[in-house]
Structure formats: structure tokens, C-alpha cells
């Protein structure tokens, strides 16, 4: 039996001293491969990388640094996300929490029906108005049209409407970039416009 | 090019990185002096011509960028841009076939004292090599890159490559020997 690549490659290399492969001495295949392997590694050991002109490196070097003003400052590290992205994860948790909990409250009939809130024609739930009361959201007209649109479904309803399931609108709305949030808000507020709302 | 600032040249590697994250850039020119032709020869020895191995440098530079918050100061920042330029190589290989060497690629040859034939033969027989080198599977040309060139114990290599040391020591085994199929006795 042969020495296996590993062992010829330790002999070959000289990390294994040729007289404790005992195989070695009554092989003249294996010696021939370990003497092979010294050619090749020896041929592949002279082998010059051409050196660029001395230039090249003022040219390498603008181009880095082009490359990363046009980046700007470095990004956060890969550990620091969580730091982030964990808060905002349970700040949007508990927002959708919130949401479904209202919903799941009109679809109890046990619950009458509250006091519909000026200036939406359509009856809120009191969770509802209360989000409209707070200082900061009364004025949102955006948020006074989704909610009125979303008043009259309750939980079960949306749940078999296949709402929030990837690929919904509700699951893209959910899913938006600040961005793309602003430009949702812009197109309802001109929506609310043009019908005079 | 922009001169470097007197203070920024003296600064060692971590004061360097920590200077790039509060927003000196300049201090990132120091790192890309520091390393460009460490990174800019073992971009070489993976793709064998200069046009990709400049390219490929630049790559390997603005990903160490994008990156420098992930740098620990564990390893060296050489070792550092080592393993990243290792993926950029390797990645770069799996998604290009291997192009050859161009003539204009060995014309910008360092002279030494050798004579001129002999630099002339030198020349040729390492251009045949470094073309065979470049027909290699891609897993192994990188362990035979990382060994031959730079010095990477076997146990580095399996850690770059994410193998075993026996896999890295057959893909060596094998890179040689198709190398010597390739190359026939021309260079032995």
C-alpha cells in the first residue's frame, strides 16, 4: 500500500523526516512522487510576480481612496446591528401587538360600539380615538385615514383576509424603509386631498 | 496624490484604524500604502494577470473599508487584509474563468544582475508556471497560493479555506501534480 497525498506531501515538504517512512525505502513509486513533489514545489518557488510600474501605485492608491470618499464613513460592524436592530424589532412588536389587540376588541360582540371620532365618518374603536388623541398623531390625516379604513375589521376578518401574510401589502407596509414610509404618507395625504377629505 | 499627514505615518495599526473611524480618511491611504503591494502580489498569484489583480486590490481595499469596525486588532491588519483578500480571490475565481497571461503583463520586469538571457529563460519558465498555476481548480490554486507564495501553515489554510488540514495537504498534493502534468519536464 502507497503513501496517502497527506504523508508524501509531509515528506516532500520535509516536516517528516524521510527515514521514518519506513514504506519509503522499498518504494520506488512513492520515492518518485516525493521527489516529483520537491521539483514542482521548487519550480513554483521561482516564480516571479512582474512588478508593476512605479506609477501604478500613485494611480492604485487615488483609485482606493475615490472608491472610498464615494463610500463615506466606515459602516456600523456586523455585532453592533443587534444593538439597533433588536430595540426596533420590539418597539415594532409591541406597535403590531397594540394593532391586533384593538381589532381583536371589535370582533367581540360583547364590546358596543363607541363613539365615532370627528372628523372620520366611520365609527372608531376607543383605542382607535385614543391613538387619534395623542398629540402627536391627532393631526395625521394619513393616520386617520387608515384608521378609519381598518375600523370596521376585527381580528378574524383580517386574519382570513390573509392581511400581514408575507408578500401582503399590510406585510410590505409593516416592512417599509423610513423612506418609503414618507412617500406612503405623501401619496395618502394627496389621495385625501383629491377627495376632499 | 494627496501627501500624507506628518503625524498619520507614524501612527501603528490600530491608532490607524481608530483614526479612520473617527472620520480621518486620510488615515486609510496610510493603511492602503502600507499593504497595497503585499495585497496587490497575492491578487497576482490567484488571477495571473495585472489588469484583474489591480482590480481585485481595489476590491479588497474598500471591503476592509466597509469593514474596519470588525477589526478586533486579534490578528495583524495585514493578516487581516490577508484573509479578506483571500475571499475577494477566491470568490472572483468561482464566478471568472482563469484568464491567461497576457505579454503585456511581464513587461514591467525588476532587472538585477542576472544576465539578460538568463533573465530571459527566468522570465519564460515562470510566465509557463504561473499560466499552469492559473488553470488550476480554484480550492486548489488558492492552497497552493497560500503555501508556495505566503507562507501559510496548513492549519491557516484549512482556516481560510474552511477545510480540514488533511484536505488542504491532499489539494496541495494534487495541485503539484497536475502541475507537473501541465508542465510535462519543461521546468524541472
Request: hydrophobic content about 45%; proline content about 5%.
Amino acid at each position: 500500500m502507497h503513501l496517502r497525498p497527506d504523508e508524501l506531501i509531509d515528506l516532500a515538504e520535509g516536516t517528516r523526516a524521510e527515514s521514518s517512512a519506513a514504506h519509503l525505502a522499498e518504494c520506488a513509486v512513492c520515492r518518485l512522487q516525493v521527489a516529483e513533489l520537491k521539483a514542482m514545489m521548487s519550480a513554483a518557488a521561482d516564480v516571479d510576480v512582474p512588478e508593476p510600474s512605479p506609477l501604478f501605485w500613485d494611480h492604485f492608491s487615488a483609485r482606493v481612496r475615490q472608491a472610498v470618499d464615494a463610500e463615506g464613513a466606515p459602516r456600523r460592524s456586523f455585532w453592533a446591528w443587534p444593538r439597533v436592530v433588536i430595540p426596533a424589532i420590539s418597539v415594532a412588536t409591541a406597535v403590531l401587538a397594540v394593532a391586533v389587540t384593538l381589532n381583536w376588541g371589535r370582533a367581540d360582540p360583547g364590546i358596543a360600539p363607541l363613539p365615532s371620532v370627528a372628523p372620520a365618518p366611520v365609527a372608531l374603536p376607543v383605542a382607535s380615538a385614543d391613538l387619534l388623541a395623542d398629540p402627536q398623531s391627532a393631526g395625521d390625516t394619513a393616520l386617520t385615514l387608515v384608521a378609519e379604513l381598518s375600523s370596521d375589521m376585527d381580528f378574524e376578518t383580517a386574519r382570513e383576509a390573509g392581511l400581514a401574510a408575507r408578500g401582503s401589502a399590510e406585510h410590505a407596509v409593516t416592512h417599509l424603509a423610513g423612506s418609503e414610509l414618507r412617500e406612503l404618507q405623501r401619496l395618502l395625504q394627496e389621495e385625501l386631498a383629491r377627495s376632499g377629505a | 496624490m494627496r501627501p500624507v499627514e506628518p503625524g498619520l505615518a507614524d501612527l501603528d495599526e490600530r491608532a490607524l484604524v481608530e483614526a479612520c473611524l473617527r472620520g480621518q480618511s486620510a488615515a486609510f491611504d496610510v493603511i492602503v500604502e502600507r499593504h497595497r503591494r503585499s495585497v496587490y502580489l497575492l491578487c497576482y498569484r490567484f488571477v495571473s494577470n495585472h489588469e484583474d489583480a489591480s482590480d481585485l486590490s481595489q476590491d479588497v481595499f474598500l471591503r476592509a473599508y466597509r469593514g474596519l469596525r470588525s477589526f478586533r486588532g486579534q490578528s495583524s491588519l495585514a493578516t487581516w487584509l490577508y484573509r479578506i483578500g483571500v475571499n475577494v480571490c477566491l470568490n472572483r475565481l468561482s464566478a471568472k474563468k482563469p484568464l491567461s497571461e497576457s505579454i503585456a503583463d511581464r513587461q514591467f520586469v525588476d532587472e538585477t544582475a542576472e544576465s539578460a538571457t538568463d533573465r530571459l529563460l527566468k522570465d519564460e519558465r515562470g510566465a509557463r508556471v504561473r499560466a499552469a498555476i492559473a488553470q488550476l481548480p480554484r480550492k486548489q490554486r488558492a492552497t497552493l497560493v497560500l503555501r508556495m507564495y505566503h507562507e501559510m501553515s496548513h492549519q491557516e489554510i484549512a482556516d481560510v479555506l474552511g477545510s480540514s488540514v488533511g484536505a488542504v495537504k491532499a489539494n496541495f498534493f494534487h495541485a503539484l501534480s497536475n502541475l507537473k502534468k501541465m508542465l510535462g519536464g519543461e521546468v524541472l
